[in-house]
């Protein structure tokens, strides 16, 4: 790897790790702000030194919750939005039921969600489903619906069938656009989690949030937050990778 690739991609984001911390430091000691409200970050590195495996399994429940229900809402908001894009019919029908389902507060449903589910996990992965299923939708729908007239015509000039020009042509370029939204949906399938965990405190990073608020611990919510936060850059960079993984050519294309 060149020195250049290093520094930007190692380098750089590292820099602004620790200037944002630095910040945050900052901010606390010019301030005087109490600990009570925000807690300097040394504060939040001495409750990880304090309760490390509590916070490490409770980060590692709602970790599984995630990925379940990040894993379920890729799958799904794949499949839903290449039906939409098979029929001009179809999409007319079912995008206005599609919005409405996604403009409702999904604060709202978490209650209800406890009422049909039950106190498991079932209820915190379907709030993941919910809230980060839509991107993955409308981002696939908008790359199957931009593939350029040349290649379709490419396409039927090499006499292939309609799957053929499917896959081979309308979804390989669509692929870009299906990554952004899965890039999109990563933050909003923690939200989702912790909002879950929240409700329904049972175990989770959310419920140590829920907790810490009851016992006035700010310092312990600051480390679940940071705790979420870290969970959020790692997997964004993991869908990332995958991308430039599977779609190597796109970045070349853009440039």
């Given at each position: 790897?060149?020195?250049?690739?290093?520094?930007?991609?190692?380098?750089?984001?590292?820099?602004?790790?620790?200037?944002?911390?630095?910040?945050?430091?900052?901010?606390?000691?010019?301030?005087?702000?109490?600990?009570?409200?925000?807690?300097?970050?040394?504060?939040?590195?001495?409750?990880?030194?304090?309760?490390?495996?509590?916070?490490?399994?409770?980060?590692?429940?709602?970790?599984?919750?995630?990925?379940?229900?990040?894993?379920?809402?890729?799958?799904?908001?794949l499949v839903i939005a290449v039906m939409l894009a098979?029929?001009?019919?179809?999409?007319?029908?079912?995008?206005?039921?599609?919005?409405?389902?996604?403009?409702?507060?999904?604060?709202?449903?978490?209650?209800?969600?406890?009422?049909?589910?039950?106190?498991?996990?079932?209820?915190?992965?379907?709030?993941v489903v919910l809230v980060s299923f839509f991107p993955?939708?409308?981002?696939?729908?908008?790359?199957?619906?931009?593939?350029?007239?040349?290649?379709?015509?490419?396409?039927?000039?090499?006499?292939?069938?309609?799957?053929?020009?499917?896959?081979?042509?309308?979804?390989?370029?669509?692929?870009?656009?299906?990554?952004?939204?899965?890039?999109?949906?990563?933050?909003?399938?923690?939200?989702?989690?912790?909002?879950?965990?929240?409700?329904?405190?049972?175990?989770?990073?959310?419920?140590?949030?829920?907790?810490?608020?009851?016992?006035?611990?700010?310092?312990?919510?600051?480390?679940?937050?940071?705790?979420?936060?870290?969970?959020?850059?790692?997997?964004?960079?993991?869908?990332?990778?995958?991308?430039?993984?599977?779609?190597?050519?796109?970045?070349?294309?853009?440039?």
């Amino acid at each position: 790897m060149s020195d250049s690739r290093v520094w930007s991609n190692a380098v750089l984001p590292t820099l602004g790790v620790i200037v944002a911390i630095a910040l945050w430091w900052l901010a606390c000691v010019v301030f005087h702000l109490d600990p009570f409200f925000v807690p300097s970050p040394a504060d939040v590195v001495e409750t990880f030194r304090k309760t490390p495996q509590y916070l490490l399994d409770q980060s590692w429940v709602t970790v599984q919750r995630v990925l379940i229900g990040f894993a379920i809402a890729v799958a799904a908001g794949l499949v839903i939005a290449v039906m939409l894009a098979a029929s001009r019919t179809v999409e007319r029908m079912a995008m206005p039921v599609l919005a409405a389902v996604n403009a409702i507060p999904k604060v709202a449903l978490a209650p209800l969600l406890l009422v049909w589910l039950g106190f498991g996990d079932e209820p915190k992965i379907v709030m993941v489903v919910l809230v980060s299923f839509f991107p993955v939708i409308v981002s696939t729908m908008a790359g199957l619906s931009s593939t350029p007239a040349d290649l379709h015509e490419l396409a039927r000039s090499l006499k292939a069938s309609w799957w053929q020009t499917f896959v081979k042509v309308r979804l390989t370029w669509a692929l870009p656009q299906v990554f952004v939204g899965l890039k999109v949906a990563t933050p909003l399938a923690i939200i989702g989690a912790v909002i879950g965990e929240v409700v329904n405190p049972d175990q989770g990073l959310g419920s140590v949030i829920a907790g810490s608020s009851q016992s006035s611990d700010t310092a312990l919510a600051f480390a679940a937050l940071v705790l979420l936060a870290v969970l959020g850059v790692i997997l964004f960079y993991l869908v990332a990778g995958l991308e430039r993984l599977l779609v190597p050519w796109a970045r070349s294309l853009s440039s």
